[in-house]
Every structure is written in C-alpha cells, then in structure tokens.
C-alpha cells in the first residue's frame, strides 16, 4: 500500500529557531495535509494543500505541495515552546475507495 | 475536536475480554472512521463507513468489528481483545473521504489490554 516516510522520528530545536519537515512518498498523491497532535489530544489539521507547486501559509507555518506530488514539506518560523508536539503528514486521492494516508509523525521538543 | 465524542477515555481489558468504544457525532458528516496510534507507527486506519449501513475495512481490521446503523455513531468493537490491541484510538468524520480541511479527531481512547 501506499506509505509515507517522515524522518526524524524526532527533532529538538531551540526556541526562536526555524525548523523544516519533509514529507515523502512513493506514489503520487493530489492532497497533502499537515496535522499536529498535543500531548493527549486528537490530531488538528494545520494546512492542507491541493495542487502542485502550491505554497500555503498559516501563520508562522509554512506547507509547500511538491511539484513531483510526491512530496511536502512543512516550515515553522521563529519556535516557540507550544510548537512542542507530533507533526504528521498525509496524502490522499481522489475517488470513491481514495483513502487517507497518514505519515509516522515527527516530535518535535522545543528548548526554552 | 468539537463535535466527535469519545468514550470511554480510558480502559484497562484483560486478554480474552471484549469491549466496545463509543463515538458519537453532531455534525451530520457522512464519513466516520477508526485509527490507532502505537509508538512509532503513526495512524493507521482500522474501519471506516462512508455513511450509514455501509461499513469497509482499512489497513488493520483484524480483531475490530464495526457497525453505522445511524449517521451520528460508528462503535469500535474488540471481539476478543489481545494484548496487542493496546493502543490509543481515534475515532474521525469528515464530510467526504479525502476532504482534509474537513476532517475532525474526537480526543482519543487509551486502551491497555493485560
């Protein structure tokens, strides 16, 4: 079945640092979703993207659909200590048995 | 997560036992489905139901029954629970299969299995 790589499982950073994730994928994809998890709660989307080349931003974050559709990567700007969390992507299609693929996730610690 | 809700948040089952995870929503969304997350892993889809009476299987059925008799409740079934199944569960609805910006999380069920 389709798959997400997500890596690393982890990263640590310093408040007020940037950070970039990146999202790949084996196969093509028309929808890529970026999502973060707190410790304890549901996933939340943050950023959907639906087309390639697209660049969409919310707030400090930052999601770029990849030309390939094969890939997205994910930035946010300037860290702050509630950016702590699991960050995960997933991919889906279109059609009636397109399904939602979700990548590992990648924790991110934020020092103070 | 307003509007999917989870229960119990908690449960502690020994091996063998069977149980049922409620979710419940109010947001008249078509699409319901279940995921577990373990360490490492990730989601990964269990059952998902594209409306009422209609129920499919995803990525690791095995061992999860799954009914949709209404449109607001879609229960998790463990026939006969297995230390494996010890697992944080995710009940989500969306108004479509893939509509990502659509797509809401009810708080999760921990689930230890003994």
């Known amino acids: 079945g389709q798959q997400l790589n997500q890596s690393p499982q982890s990263m640590f950073i310093q408040e007020g640092e940037d950070v970039s994730m990146n999202c790949t994928s084996s196969?093509?994809?028309?929808?890529w979703l970026w999502y973060k998890q707190d410790p304890g709660e549901g996933p939340v989307l943050l950023i959907a993207?639906?087309?390639?080349?697209e660049l969409t931003s919310n707030g400090r974050l930052t999601a770029q659909f990849g030309i390939t559709r094969k890939d997205s990567f994910l930035n946010i700007s300037a860290s702050i200590p509630s950016d702590v969390g699991i960050y995960f992507c997933?991919?889906?299609?279109?059609?009636?048995?397109?399904?939602?693929?979700f990548g590992k996730g990648i924790t991110l610690s934020v020092r103070p | 997560n307003a509007g999917v809700t989870q229960t119990p948040k908690f449960q502690v089952l020994k091996t063998g036992q069977s149980m049922t995870l409620q979710c419940a929503q109010d947001?008249?969304?078509?699409?319901m489905s279940w995921y577990r997350q373990d360490p490492g892993m990730g989601l990964r889809l269990i059952h998902y139901?594209?409306?009422?009476?209609?129920?499919d299987q995803g990525e690791v059925p095995n061992g999860y029954n799954v009914s949709r008799s209404t449109t607001e409740d879609f229960p998790l079934r463990l026939l006969s629970a297995a230390p494996s199944q010890t697992s944080v569960y995710f009940c989500?609805?969306?108004?479509?299969?893939?509509?990502?910006?659509?797509?809401?999380f009810g708080e999760g069920s921990w689930l230890t299995v003994v």
């Open positions: 997933a991919g889906a299609n279109t059609g009636a048995n397109s399904k939602l693929t």
């Open positions: 993207l639906y087309k390639a080349g």
């Open positions: 196969s093509i994809f028309n929808t």
């Open positions: 139901s594209v409306g009422a009476g209609i129920t």
């Open positions: 947001m008249n969304h078509e699409y």
């Open positions: 989500a609805t969306a108004t479509g299969l893939w509509g990502g910006n659509t797509i809401y």
